[in-house]
């Protein structure tokens, strides 16, 4: 069973942004608490975990993620995706305010 895309994403989205879609959810409610419990421990580790709940991004996706391509003014993020293709994800607040309490001295976001 899928979960519909919320009105904030829908709101925010680009034009061509399909609200309808559906998202299977994989973890638990409890499983996402126990996993961000954890990962509390590792400041890395809960930026990348809390962004990657809140976007279903890809690893390959996360470690190509740079600054640039975070518009702040619109709420969005540009992704390079499978195929070197471009998408746009829209930014909900927690990970807004997860950016922004980030430093931003490099270019990449989540350098390994």
Known sequence: ???TIPAWQAANAPKDYDATRTRKLLLSKKEIADLLGHA??????YEILVFM???GIRR???CRLKWTDIDF????????????KFRHL???DTVR?????MDKSKSFIFKT
Not at 75 to 81: F, S, Y
Request: hydrophobic fraction near 30%; charged fraction near 25%.
């Open 73 to 84: 003014e619109n709420n969005l993020i540009k992704i390079l995706g499978k195929g070197n």
């Open 1 to 3: 069973m899928g979960a």
């Open 60 to 62: 390959s996706e996360l």
């Open 53 to 55: 709940l809140n976007t």
């Open 90 to 92: 829209p930014m909900n």
């Open 97 to 101: 305010s997860l950016f922004e309490r």
């Open 40 to 45: 509390k421990e590792n400041q890395r580790s």
